[in-house]
């Protein structure tokens, strides 16, 4: 997930298990038979060949608010790779998926994801928002801090072989904040990329551990504040 970063590292960031690969939910173009989802989730696909195939009419995002861990593991390995350029200059309303209830008690479950351009790289913040019910309609409310929207978890926007990828090492973090360890695959739903799917990893030195975490994003609009850590 992204969960948006900063919460409960120790409990949810594990290995989980792989599900087996199953069909593709987004559609996409016909990929070569691997063993496990962590397999096709590093088959380096051009994104323009994969968004070519996205003329076919897609998963209704909003099924994944409820969906199974499997789901959405399988969604974000086979879906296309989201676009730094079609993202910039947007807010997206954020609900963490994939974590028990208590956990998203403990924290939040809904948060918002902004993502600008600025000298020729994509970067972007997290927002504390009042929690209310997640509905794919609602207006989120910011949390306020020194009369300005709550920013936190700064991430730079990359784009590595196997897709595009927030990497909160590149962002405004403090040096022993664990977050900076956290990378989120980011997809899109739909052409468009009014819809986002993401998941929370870990980067251990060589080693990129997957987490229980993802998050659905959907997009709200132009980004009106920009921090000044950005």
């Known amino acids: 997930r992204d969960r948006s970063p900063s919460r409960g590292l120790g409990d949810v960031y594990k290995r989980q298990p792989q599900p087996a690969c199953a069909a593709s939910v987004v559609p996409g173009p016909a990929l070569q038979p691997r063993g496990d989802v962590a397999c096709l989730a590093r088959w380096p696909v051009p994104p323009a060949a994969r968004t070519a ?14 969906a199974s861990r499997e789901l959405l593991a399988n969604t974000l390995a086979t879906a296309t790779s989201a676009s730094p350029e079609h ?12 974590l028990p209830a208590w956990v998203d008690r403990l924290a939040w479950s809904i948060f918002e994801k902004d993502f600008v351009s600025e000298g020729g790289a994509v970067r972007g913040w997290n927002v504390r928002l009042e929690q209310q019910t997640w509905r794919p309609d609602i207006e989120p409310v910011p949390l306020m801090k020194a009369g300005n929207p709550f920013c936190f978890g700064y991430f730079g926007v990359t784009q590595e072989p196997e897709g595009t990828l927030l990497d909160y090492g590149l962002g405004d973090n403090p040096a022993l904040d664990p977050t900076r360890l956290v990378r989120d695959p980011l997809v899109t739903l739909n052409a468009d990329h009014t819809w986002l799917l993401g998941q929370s990893q870990v980067q251990l030195g060589p080693w990129r551990l997957s987490t229980p975490s993802y998050f659905l994003l959907r997009r709200l609009g132009p980004v009106h504040y920009r921090p000044k850590q950005t």
Do not use: C, F, N, V
Not at 53 to 66: E, G, K, N, W, Y
């Open 53 to 66: 195939h996205m003329t076919q009419t897609p998963l209704d995002p909003t099924l994944l608010a409820t």
């Open 87 to 98: 993202i910039a200059g947007h807010r997206y309303l954020g609900l963490s998926l994939g």
